[in-house]
């Protein structure tokens, strides 16, 4: 049987993906002509400026923050191949849908602290990490039970014991690494919340 992970008429969505974040980084790091500090998720400007909750999952801290996503990007292509993906938009919409979600576990999470313990969260987030947690969360699930529709579209997703087995330990490291001091360890924990309700839907 040929095998499923080499190029297909899907992977347009992914090189998408890469492009954009590339095409981002170059503007705001290497030749300047944007200012990131303009696009990063920030909790007292997000009122006033709801676009960054889009924009902040296409900028990074540095060219190491860039390169694990882009790697982020190829994994979880990989994993979707060997699910049996067919969808030609499922990877963008889910970016787009993923965006939204994560920004309001994260704002519930915000307004629970401020009522609850009177801490208001001031910080800057950013980087494509919580999407690919996202993605890694609805993985790990289709890798268990399968996923035949994705908001009423065929996808196809066949359980999977190897890709299972390979997603549990991305997860778990992924999880680990999450407290490493100056990663965000809400975002990501809200990008694998996000990804296991979109499982669901």
């Not at 992970?5 to 790091?29: M, R």
């Not at 009122?47 to 902040?56: A, G, L, N």
């Not at 999450?178 to 965000?184: H, L």
Request: glycine share 6%; charged share 10%; aromatic share 22%.
């Amino acid at each position: 049987m040929p095998s499923k992970n080499f190029i297909s008429k899907y992977d347009w969505q992914y090189i998408v993906s890469g492009f954009f974040l590339i095409s981002v980084f170059i503007f705001t790091d290497l030749i300047r002509v944007f200012d990131k500090e303009f696009f990063y998720y920030v909790p007292r400007l997000i009122s006033d400026q709801p676009y960054r909750i889009f924009t902040s999952i296409l900028v990074h801290a540095d060219l190491n923050h860039l390169l694990s996503n882009l790697g982020g990007i190829i994994i979880t292509r990989y994993f979707l191949m060997r699910l049996g993906m067919e969808s030609r938009f499922f990877y963008l919409k889910f970016i787009l849908i993923c965006s939204f979600l994560n920004f309001l576990i994260i704002w519930a999470y915000e307004k629970i602290l401020l009522y609850f313990f009177n801490v208001y969260q001031n910080y800057a987030a950013l980087g494509f990490s919580g999407i690919i947690y996202a993605l890694f969360g609805f993985l790990l699930l289709s890798s268990f039970y399968g996923k035949n529709y994705f908001l009423g579209k065929r996808i196809n997703l066949t359980s999977n014991f190897e890709i299972q087995k390979m997603s549990k330990t991305i997860c778990l490291i992924g999880l680990i690494f999450s407290f490493v001091p100056g990663v965000s360890l809400m975002g990501h924990i809200s990008g694998f919340i996000s990804g296991c309700f979109l499982f669901l839907i």
